[in-house]
């Protein structure tokens, strides 16, 4: 094809015309044969017509020399039949039959068995009987030695006089019964047989390509004679003149300076040279203000060949780069602009192979340095585009570039600036946006998208209609007009909605200025302040309870005055009525009294003291032990109990007869609320609270403690009277059946053996108490010493949903699982776990808290997500429960399948990150 193309016209127009000459003779003479055949066969029929005429005469003819008049039918008349004579009717038809074609008159029941249809024959008859308006048939088929033949048919139909010697037999000449005993009982117009004729493929091929071969000399000579004729009238009046054209073009693309003489014919080709006469005029005028153009541009400009070599270079350009435009024509556009990266100072790819192979416009990076011919350095933008021709052919590239020296500087120190400011922005704690004069968000930073789960483009342009609750909004924008109308700074503490629970903010919220001091924005700074808000009531509560200890105490102290005047008279009376029963009697009921009185005031100072009043290095696990048959006793036969203790349980520094009051305390108050039946479960282990535990619980120290866990499955604790359980005198029991002093005595024991004390209740599920006791600094030291270095956590690369409606304790069990490599879903209720569980079907563990919100707890979540998983086709998903409520004690059925993984609250990450690594590989109950 590449030859081709380099062929001359004059040679293209010729090949073109020879191509087109044989193209058309090849189709002629296809067609022309194809024609022939058609001719030949259009005969074939057409003598095959004249037989059927000449057969169905021959056939009336019979009819009345014969049958009608009366001559005698015998083996010599028998011999005019039609079917004996056929072949003697046509000459030509004759001549047909010696060339292999086969004539008969057959039938499905002939007299003469060699009349007897074949298969293709059969098809016909059956086609015409079939079709009854059709008068004839061609078709070709394939004998069984697989030779081609035509085969044309038409139907015999029985006609009047046809009925002598086909209808009732008993109707026909006796001669004809006497010889044929077939072929009767035919109806007028019933088909019995056809004409057939079988005539080979070949003989119809031979006698078309004879007439085709004769007739063929006749056109080659003709399309010669032709051909040559048109070649040299071309010749003469086209092509000679096209290749002097051709000439003279080729001299004016090499650049020589050529006058093309005006052209006084007035046919196309004369046109053509003084059009183009008039172009190179044209082109040398574009030429000289293409050039005044290219040296007036401000920017600087270099254009090359094809080839990458530099054709046109501006003045801007050569100042540049160093190079004069003689200097430069004809080198390598790469010699003359030298580019590097202004920050690592590595050469930069230049952009010419990649324009020129390509056809794409490149543009260089901001920090891009050019390099001139003396060594200056100048800091550059530019765009490299193809120059295409009107074909869309690449002949070069233009480069453009300027000085953006100064610009880059003030551009760098904005980026730095800017980039700075983004940092801060993003990296800051508070929630930040900023919002122009029409309310629409222009900027917020990282905290905000976070704090209500939006993307940038959802929200800038946009104004808090578009994007938020319709109260939300409208809080927002209040502030925002306030701030805009008194040009003022606003702080105000705003309540904004999040997952777990609402959030406390304090927002500082101020204009923002232009140079003439016109408000432009207003940007708002908000700060979570919900941990420091828990933190105070924390305090105020641990506050309260210290005024009311101090006020028992006063009370219990002055009270103890009194009790002791009181008491000691009542000795002395006693004395003095000794001999009179009834008023001795009333004496003993007053100090009976008077006793209790002293019991509660104990109990009063105990709850108030700060410091214990023996200290002792206890084993909480002895004392439990040795109290077990009294706790049996006092809670009742009816109810269960059950004592898990620790192996190695660390020693605590306590007053044991307090512990015992404290535990016992605890047993009856967990017996009442059962009414008497039910279970109850103490349990003790080894727990080291850690500073997110303590962040989270004011008034307690990190470090290692004994845990005591009292718990029972009665009626519960409601959240808004948990606060109070600890006061004095404040009790949930029917008047008259408690002192309310049971709890503020645990509470004082707690305080004063420097521990801590929390409660977990749930309303119709029970109540879980946990005393944290220090363990004791001796055995503390001497452990440590001999426990020696902690052994790393195991980790893993697992995905685990983590589920607990208390926010605090969803982020920091996610901290403590990422930082051991897992991958971590959370989820506030049973109903948000599940939604997560059906699209993120790969999560490998369930960490659930046991009590939630929403009508799901965690046992019930646990049994739903495993169906679910487990009907999706995914392998057994782990489940491991925690909860503030002992994990030894079975409250209800549905919790016995998961209660034997439970982890206890609170934990610290080298427990959960243990019982995570048992539960996944399968060595702990799941």
């Known amino acids: 094809m590449k030859k081709f193309k380099d062929w001359s016209i004059q040679s293209k127009l010729f090949a073109v015309l020879g191509v087109l000459f044989f193209m058309v003779l090849i189709l002629g003479a296809l067609w022309h044969y194809q024609s022939s055949k058609e001719e030949t066969l259009d005969r074939v029929v057409a003598e095959a017509r004249t037989v059927r005429a000449v057969l169905m005469a021959t056939r009336r003819v019979y009819q009345h020399q014969f049958v009608d008049s009366g001559i005698p039918l015998n083996e010599k008349t028998l ?48 086609y015409f009987r079939e079709h009854r308006e059709e008068k004839e048939r061609l078709v070709s088929f394939d004998n069984a030695q697989g030779e081609t033949f035509f085969h044309y048919s038409q139907p015999i139909l029985i006609e009047k006089f046809c009925l002598k010697c086909h209808g009732r037999r008993e109707d026909a000449p006796p001669t004809i019964q006497k010889l044929y005993t077939d072929a009767y009982d035919y109806k007028l117009g019933e088909i019995r047989g056809i004409l057939s004729i079988k005539l080979p493929v070949d003989i119809v091929n031979r006698a078309a390509m004879q007439r085709f071969l004769k007739e063929l000399s006749f056109f080659v000579v003709f399309f010669v004679i032709l051909y040559f004729l048109i070649q040299y009238l071309l010749r003469q009046l086209v092509t000679q003149r096209l290749c002097r054209l051709n000439h003279n073009a080729q001299r004016i693309t090499a ?15 004369g046109q053509l040279e003084n059009s183009l006469n008039d172009m190179v005029n044209k082109i040398r005028q574009r030429e000289q203000d293409l050039v005044i153009t290219l040296n007036s541009i401000g920017d600087a400009v270099i254009a090359t060949d094809a080839d990458g070599n530099v054709t046109r270079l501006n003045p801007v350009a050569e100042q540049l780069t160093g190079w004069s435009l003689q200097e430069a024509q004809r080198r390598p556009v790469k010699t003359i602009f030298s580019i590097i990266d202004s920050t690592t100072r590595k050469s930069v790819e230049n952009p010419v192979e990649k324009v020129i192979s390509s056809g794409e416009i490149v543009y260089l990076a901001n920090h891009t340095t050019l390099i001139s011919k003396d060594g200056t350095e100048y800091q550059i933008t530019d765009s490299a585009a ?137 940007c708002s700074i908000s700060t979570d302040i ?52 009834k008023t001795l009697k009333r004496v003993e009921s007053i100090g009976k009294a008077g006793q209790r009185a002293v019991d509660l005031t104990k109990q009063l100072l105990s709850f108030s003291r700060n410091q214990p009043t023996v200290k002792t290095v206890t084993d909480i696990n002895q004392l439990i032990n040795e109290m077990e048959s009294l706790i049996v006793r006092a809670v009742t036969p009816e109810v269960k109990v059950v004592a898990q203790y620790a192996d190695n349980l660390w020693l605590t520094q306590i007053d044991p007869g307090n512990f015992e009051d404290s535990l016992l305390n605890l047993c009856i108050n967990a017996r009442d609320a059962m009414a008497g039946h039910g279970h109850l479960a103490i349990e003790t282990r080894n727990v080291t609270l850690d500073t997110n535990y303590c962040r989270q619980n004011p008034g307690i120290t990190a470090g290692d403690y004994v845990e005591l866990t009292v718990s029972d499955n009665g009626v519960g604790i409601a959240q808004e009277l948990q606060e109070r359980i600890f006061e004095p005198f404040y009790t949930t029991k029917e008047q008259g059946k408690g002192t309310g002093l049971g709890l503020a005595m645990v509470f004082g024991f707690v305080k004063r ?23 004791a600094e001796g055995e503390t030291k001497q452990s440590e010493q001999n426990g020696g270095q902690a052994e790393p956590l195991p980790h893993g690369t697992e995905s685990i949903l983590v589920v607990d409606d208390e926010s605090d304790l969803v982020e920091l069990a996610r901290d403590f699982l990422a930082a051991l490599g897992y991958k971590v879903y959370v989820a506030s209720d049973g109903k948000q776990a599940l939604e997560i569980l059906a699209k993120e079907q790969t999560i490998d563990l369930l960490f659930s808290d046991v009590v939630m ?52 609250k609170p934990y610290n990450q080298a427990e959960l990150a243990i019982r995570v690594r048992e539960i996944l590989d399968g060595t702990g109950m799941s």
């Open 79 to 126: 011999g005019f039949l039609p079917a004996h004579s056929l072949n003697r009717i046509s000459a030509d038809f004759k001549n047909w039959i010696d060339s292999g074609l086969v004539f008969n008159n057959v039938s499905d029941r002939p007299r003469n068995p060699d009349n007897r249809a074949d298969v293709i024959e059969m098809q016909a008859i059956r």
């Open 255 to 269: 650049g020589n300076n050529v006058e093309l003489p005006a052209n006084d014919s007035m046919d196309e080709i």
């Open 386 to 522: 193809p120059i295409r021709n009107g074909e869309e052919c690449i002949q070069g590239m233009v480069l453009v570039f300027n000085d953006v020296t100064e610009q880059y500087q003030l551009r760098r120190e904005a980026a730095e600036n800017l980039r700075n400011l983004q940092a801060i922005m993003n990296h800051s704690p508070a929630v930040i946006c900023v919002r122009d004069v029409d309310g629409l968000y222009t900027f917020v930073n990282k905290q905000f998208k976070q704090l209500f789960h939006i993307q940038q483009k959802d929200i800038i342009g946009k104004r808090p209609h578009d994007v938020f609750p319709k109260q939300i909004a409208d809080e927002m924008q209040c502030s925002h007009k306030a701030v805009l109308t008194m040009g003022q700074t606003q702080k105000l503490e705003e309540i904004v909605p999040h997952k777990d629970e609402p959030h406390h903010y304090v927002s500082i919220k101020f204009p923002l200025l232009d140079s003439d001091d016109n408000i432009y924005a207003v």
């Open 530 to 581: 919900t941990d420091l808000k828990k933190q105070e009531e924390q305090v105020r509560r641990s506050q309260k309870m210290d005024v009311i200890g101090q006020l028992a105490g006063g009370i219990a102290h002055d009270f103890n005055n009194v009790l002791t005047i009181i008491m000691g008279n009542l000795e002395l009376l006693k004395r003095q009525v000794a001999d009179n029963d």
């Open 753 to 775: 053996s420097r521990g801590h004390i929390k409660c977990y209740s749930e309303v119709g599920v029970g109540t879980t108490f946990h005393l944290y006791l220090p363990r």
């Open 853 to 904: 919100p929403g009508g799901l707890n965690g046992y019930q979540l646990a049994e739903q997500a495993t169906t679910l998983l487990k009907n999706a086709g995914h392998p057994e998903l782990k489940v491991l429960l925690t909860s503030g409520y002992t994990g030894k004690a079975v409250f209800h059925d549905e919790q016995e399948l998961f209660q034997a993984s439970l982890l206890g």
